[in-house]
């Protein structure tokens, strides 16, 4: 006799995610204990004090969370992307925005070992993994975003050196940083080039750690360059190089900003759920009416979309297969998707999804910047628009 079919136990779908191995399960399970433990009960004073302590980037580097990908002859682990991926995964369900590790990690380092001579290898890395120096890029200015060619900061040759001056803003990691690697005009029209400006230069000043609609654990700050007179060695690859730089460095930025939004994404759907099956009224569960239901499926529906897409281009990226153009795409459609998420979850959550306490609202207030930081949306659709119409 056949038996009764079981109803799947409640609960969100998930897709699975056979790209990951053992190691990297083991990997997961210890950088999961480690945000537990070191980051989620201390999250909301960092949030009240603007920024997170160093004391979490020295655990960090400790616990191996930190530059997953440096090799080891830098100090690094010398691990594929997928265990970078799992630290930024590991960060994002909890809604910790305050540790800017990624941009350490993902967007600084990379620099590094990419286009770094051995002494500024040697230099900076192996304290990059171990969280006793941290990194952050500086390419924003008050009046060039999306539009980097308006960057008015300026290094001219200065002796056998170079000195440095300009402001920057929106700079994550701000405050903390001991290493800014900073875009500047050089030479006559020679273009933008990217110079390593330690934290301690003289002539190198912090602005205000600014306020923000969210992320408020996450130091972004203005600073300041004034006349900063910087070694022969400050100078990252070519002179002139910078823009091909920032542009090598795009795919991997925006796979790990869409890789967060998926994480949180599936975070936000989770605690969604949870409040839908236990939120009583009009004598049943809120869960239990068809328009809350509907809402919960659409939301499912976009983030097992969401877990596909990003799976594969993970796939891709090991392969080294992944373009700027592909990036480019899932860097809008993941934070566009986290948007809606995040929209429809705090709107099931009624008065208490506004309420700061909630984690919701963290959710929701700290997604509404991925679709600007890193390229807005409409930059993001402008690069996949012309890559498939050609350019004259
Ligand atoms: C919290 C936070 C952290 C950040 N961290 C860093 C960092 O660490 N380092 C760093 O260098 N920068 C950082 N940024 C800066 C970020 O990358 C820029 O804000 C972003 O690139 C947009 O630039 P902008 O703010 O000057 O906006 P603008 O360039 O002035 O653009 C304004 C708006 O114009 C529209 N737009 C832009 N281009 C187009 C187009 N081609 N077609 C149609 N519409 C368009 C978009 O809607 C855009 O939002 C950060 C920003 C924030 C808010």
Same mark, same amino acid.
């Given at each position: 006799m056949n038996r009764p079919e079981r109803p799947p136990a409640p609960g969100p779908l998930a897709l699975p995610r056979p790209i990951f191995e053992e190691?990297h399960i083991l990997?997961r399970e210890?950088?999961r204990?480690?945000?537990?433990?070191?980051?989620?009960?201390?999250?909301?004073?960092?949030?009240?004090?603007?920024?997170?302590?160093?004391?979490? &980037? +020295?655990? @960090?580097?400790?616990? /191996?969370?930190?530059?997953?990908? #440096?090799?080891?002859?830098?100090? %690094?682990? =010398?691990? $594929?992307?997928?265990?970078?991926?799992?630290?930024?995964?590991?960060?994002?369900r909890?809604?910790?925005?305050?540790?800017?590790?990624?941009?350490?990690?993902?967007?600084?380092?990379?620099?590094?070992?990419?286009?770094?001579?051995?002494?500024?290898?040697?230099? &900076? +890395?192996? @304290?990059?993994?171990? /969280?006793?120096?941290?990194?952050? #890029?500086?390419?924003?200015?008050? %009046?060039? =975003?999306? $539009?980097?060619?308006?960057?008015?900061?300026?290094?001219?040759?200065?002796?056998?050196?170079?000195?440095?001056?300009?402001?920057?803003?929106?700079?994550?990691?701000?405050?903390?940083?001991?290493?800014?690697?900073?875009?500047?005009?050089?030479?006559?029209?020679?273009?933008?080039?990217?110079?390593?400006?330690?934290?301690?230069?003289?002539?190198?000043?912090?602005?205000?750690?600014?306020?923000?609609?969210?992320?408020?654990?996450?130091?972004?700050?203005?600073?300041?360059?004034?006349?900063?007179?910087?070694?022969?060695?400050?100078?990252?690859?070519?002179?002139?190089?910078?823009?091909?730089?920032?542009?090598?460095?795009?795919?991997?930025?925006?796979?790990?900003?869409?890789?967060?939004?998926q994480a949180?994404a599936e975070a936000v759907l989770e605690i969604s759920l949870d409040y839908a099956r236990e939120r009583e009224m009009f004598g049943q569960r809120l869960g239990d009416l068809q328009a809350a239901r509907h809402r919960l499926a659409l939301m499912q529906t976009e983030v097992l979309q969401g877990r596909a897409f990003v799976d594969s281009?993970?796939a891709?990226?090991?392969?080294?297969?992944?373009?700027?153009?592909?990036?480019?795409?899932?860097?809008?459609?993941?934070?566009?998707?986290?948007?809606?998420v995040?929209?429809a979850g705090?709107?099931l959550?009624?008065?208490?999804?506004?309420?700061?306490?909630?984690?919701?609202?963290?959710?929701?207030?700290?997604?509404?910047?991925?679709?600007?930081?890193?390229?807005?949306?409409?930059?993001?659709?402008?690069?996949?628009?012309?890559?498939?119409?050609?350019?004259?």
């Open positions: 190691e990997f210890a950088a204990r480690f945000v537990e433990a070191e980051i989620v009960p201390h999250h909301a004073a960092w949030e009240d004090a603007g920024v997170v302590p160093r004391e979490i &980037w +020295l655990r @960090a580097g400790e616990a /191996g969370l930190l530059c997953p990908t #440096v090799p080891e002859e830098w100090g %690094g682990p =010398g691990a $594929d992307f997928l265990c970078a991926a799992i630290a930024i995964e590991e960060v994002a909890v809604g910790a925005s305050g540790p800017g590790f990624w941009i350490h990690s993902e967007m600084v380092a990379p620099y590094l070992t990419r286009f770094g001579s051995e002494a500024q290898k040697a230099r &900076w +890395l192996p @304290a990059f993994v171990r /969280g006793e120096a941290i990194g952050a #890029v500086a390419m924003s200015e008050p %009046g060039a =975003g999306s $539009d980097l060619r308006g960057i008015r900061t300026r290094a001219s040759r200065h002796g056998s050196g170079w000195r440095l001056s300009g402001q920057k803003v929106f700079i994550s990691n701000g405050q903390l940083a001991d290493l800014v690697v900073v875009a500047a005009q050089t030479g006559n029209g020679a273009g933008i080039s990217l110079f390593l400006v330690p934290g301690d230069a003289p002539g190198f000043q912090r602005g205000r750690n600014l306020r923000k609609l969210g992320g408020h654990a996450q130091d972004t700050s203005e600073l300041f360059f004034d006349e900063v007179e910087l070694g022969p060695d400050a100078l990252l690859g070519e002179e002139g190089g910078g823009f091909s730089m920032l542009m090598a460095g795009l795919a991997r930025e925006r796979l790990a900003i869409a890789v967060s939004c949180k281009l993970l891709l990226h090991l392969q080294g297969a992944l373009d700027a153009t592909m990036a480019a795409a899932a860097k809008y459609a993941l934070t566009e998707m986290l948007g809606r995040a929209d705090l709107q959550h009624g008065g208490w999804g506004y309420m700061t306490e909630y984690p919701i609202a963290r959710f929701f207030a700290d997604a509404r910047v991925e679709r600007i930081a890193g390229g807005a949306s409409e930059v993001m659709l402008d690069i996949v628009g012309k890559a498939m119409v050609g350019r004259r």
